[in-house]
């Protein structure tokens, strides 16, 4: 099963918060044995990046996954773009507004490979 989300990001208090959208929930009942996981991508596109919360939460996800009654493996998956990538937004722009669009805004921390 499939419980991506476009978008996503793992740090809490954005419109796009995996930890608020209904396939959190719907994952954590699936009882997988194994997760894969992905985040990064979006999240260093924050305006209000930081990247001690960014882990924090990733790790939080990690371990509310792996305490699941099946136990289940969890592998992460490499973020595929960095904040100098241009974040191609795709319609309702107003949701992307605490987001960075040009990788010109990007800080030191947020043009790093995680």
Do not use: W
Not at 26 to 33: A, D, G, I, Q, R
Not at 67 to 82: C, E, G
């Amino acid at each position: 099963m499939n419980y991506g989300v476009q978008d996503a990001i793992v740090t809490p208090g954005n419109v796009f918060s995996f930890e608020d959208d209904c396939r959190n929930e719907m994952l954590m009942k699936s009882l997988p044995n194994f997760v894969f996981l992905s985040f990064g991508s979006m999240d260093v596109h924050l305006k209000n990046y930081n990247e001690q919360k960014f882990m924090e939460s990733y790790v939080k996800l990690i371990k509310k996954t792996q305490n699941l009654s099946t136990r289940p493996m969890v592998f992460l998956m490499v973020p595929v773009s960095t904040c100098q990538n241009k974040l191609n937004v795709t319609g309702m722009e107003e949701k992307y507004t605490d987001f960075i669009t040009s990788g010109i805004d990007c800080t030191p921390s947020q043009s790093k490979d995680m």
